[in-house]
C-alpha cells in the first residue's frame, strides 16, 4: 500500500489562500485563547509601542497558513507536525494577507511533507516566514479498533 493513497505532491508544488483580517478575528481569537494583550486592543498603548498602532495576534495571522495547508497543499488531512516560524512583521486590522507554502521534500515511506512557509501582507512586507512538516491522513480510510 502507498503512502500517499491520493497521490504525493512534489517538490516544488505551491498553494497560497488570501483573507482580509478584521478586528473581529482579533475579538474571536481573545474567546478562544484568552490573549488579551493591550497591543490587541488599546489605541493607546499600542500607539506607544514600535508597532505604533493596534495589531492582530500572532496566532490570527499564522492561521492562514493552517487553512493552506489543510485546504490546497498537501490537503485535507493534513496536520502539522512541527512549525519553524519567525513573526518578522506585525499584521494590522484591515490587512489583506497571503498564506503561501511550497513543497520542500516529501517522504515515500510516510504522508510526511516539509514545506517553506509564508505570509506575506498586501503591501509586500513579509508578516511570517519559515518551515513546517506536515501529516496527511488518509480521510478514506476508518481507523482501526
Known sequence: MSAWPNGAPTVGQRAS?????????????TEISGDRNPLHYDPTVAARTRFGRVVVQGGVTSA?????VAECLPGPGTVFLETN???????????????????TSVRTDKPITGLSTRVVRDDGVVAIEGTAVCWTFDLGTPPAG
Open 17 to 29: 489562500l488570501t483573507r482580509t483580517v478584521t478586528a473581529a478575528d482579533i475579538e474571536r481569537f
Open 64 to 68: 492562514i497558513l493552517n487553512a493552506v
Open 85 to 103: 516560524w519567525r513573526f518578522v512583521a506585525p499584521t494590522r486590522p484591515g490587512d489583506t494577507i497571503t498564506g503561501e507554502v511550497e513543497v
